[in-house]
């Protein structure tokens, strides 16, 4: 049974730094896609940012572009979100997703098989 658990969110004044992490169990990921989606209340769900299994690609949304680091550690099975100058904006419930199909899944949320149960990430002005 493939887990993923996200964790590091939290509540955060504007402009500081947070980071998450999706640790994934159940299977191995590191010949597959990674990901950060996020959603906040009454939105639907929007991709953040991605990664291929070898690392070469990455992915962000234009939002966070410059702000927001994604990395990988395929031998522990750990996938890592680096947010920094976060804006109140960046308020949601964060998801990690991993693609059982394929290397590079991108910013196609329909790509992603797996998916963790999410973590609040609340920005304060």
């Known amino acids: 049974q493939v887990q993923l658990v996200e964790s590091g969110g939290g509540l955060v004044q504007a402009g500081g730094p947070l980071r998450l992490s999706c640790a994934a169990s159940?299977?191995?990921?590191?010949?597959?896609?990674m990901g950060w989606f996020r959603q906040a209340p009454g939105k639907e769900r929007e991709f953040v940012a991605a990664?291929?299994?070898?690392?070469?690609?990455?992915y962000y949304a234009d939002s966070v572009k410059a702000r927001f680091i994604i990395s990988s550690d395929n031998v522990k099975n750990l996938v890592y979100l680096q947010m920094n100058i976060l804006k109140p904006e960046d308020t949601a419930v964060y998801y990690c997703?991993?693609?059982?199909?394929?290397?590079?899944?991108?910013?196609?949320?329909?790509?992603?098989?797996?998916w963790g149960q999410g973590t609040q990430v609340t920005v304060s002005s």
């Open positions: 159940g299977r191995t990921f590191s010949r597959n896609g």
């Open positions: 997703a991993g693609s059982g199909r394929y290397y590079d899944a991108g910013r196609t949320i329909t790509n992603y098989d797996y």
């Open positions: 990664i291929s299994w070898t690392s070469f690609n990455t």
